[in-house]
């Protein structure tokens, strides 16, 4: 199995968990089945859509001249939606839970700034800023559609969301990439494994020193944020209540997928 190829099924992995991802939260905050699928295949693919259609690819979206990438999210939001309900209440350790996603997230957002930075490269006219760009649009582009379809606060624009630093992160993993691909052009100068892994791993430990540290950007004052934050879901309970007291909201029947409306954390 050559570097190219792990990178590929890398690829694929990150795939189908951005598209859990994208499903589970859009499960959690109401949608139904065709909601979440489609939710979830806009967090997969939406950010290389971007990208392809920014620097003009051949053949349009990438998922149109390659099928499989598009089965693999369909797939994998449609087993969300339908197991997870049933898969949450028998998680013992949640905490281990998440940390395993992050770990998978993390390895995803860095195999996507690799794509993402080399059809910059190849479709962008060899420019690095147009390269890094293009590998930041395909980590984090698809987690900015599935906020806003969602209603949430894009997380990767917003440092008291977020909670740590993201596409900051994937444009540091794709400057890797590019700098590397610019000073050593061929395979006899340094090795595509290297070229290829070492911006992933770098990806991976800083979203790792991230999230454990809390690192993020800097922002105007957050409290006043978290305030607004507040205030709006202050007033969302209220008028809630005021339907329910007005018979407008009735309580369905229990099921399955009946899921919590509140948000999920996700993938960027």
């Not at 003009?56 to 994998?76: D, Q, S």
């Not at 998680?91 to 860095?110: E, Q, S, T, Y």
């Amino acid at each position: 199995l050559t570097a190219g190829g792990i990178i590929r099924l890398l690829d694929y992995a990150g795939t189908a968990v951005f598209a859990h991802a994208g499903a589970l939260q859009a499960g959690k905050r109401g949608m139904d089945a065709l909601g979440c699928v489609i939710v979830g295949c806009v967090t997969a693919l939406g950010g290389g859509s971007a990208r392809g259609v920014f620097v003009g690819e051949p053949g349009g979206v990438f998922w149109a001249c390659e099928p499989i990438y598009l089965r693999i999210a369909v797939v994998a939001a449609a087993v969300t939606f339908a197991a997870w309900p049933f898969i949450d209440g028998k998680i013992v350790n949640r905490r281990l839970a998440r940390r395993v996603m992050n770990w998978l997230d993390a390895i995803g957002i860095g195999t996507f700034a690799v794509v993402g930075a080399s059809k910059g490269m190849l479709h962008g006219g060899g420019d690095p800023l147009i390269a890094v760009a293009c590998g930041v649009f395909t980590g984090s582009f698809g987690g900015v559609i599935r906020d806003v379809l969602t209603g949430a606060p894009p997380r990767i624009l917003y440092s008291h969301q977020a909670r740590s630093a993201y596409a900051s992160v994937v444009a540091v993993g794709a400057a890797v990439y590019v700098a590397l691909s610019c000073v050593f052009p061929s395979p006899e100068t340094l090795p595509t494994a290297l070229r290829l892994f070492a911006p992933v791993a770098i990806v991976v430990a800083a979203r790792r020193e991230a999230w454990t540290r809390g690192w993020r950007l800097p922002s105007y004052d957050e409290r006043g944020a978290g305030a607004v934050d507040a205030t709006r879901s202050e007033a969302a309970a209220i008028d809630t209540r005021a339907k329910k007291k007005d018979g407008v909201v009735a309580a369905g029947p229990a099921s399955p997928w009946s899921w919590p409306s509140s948000g999920g954390r996700g993938a960027r």
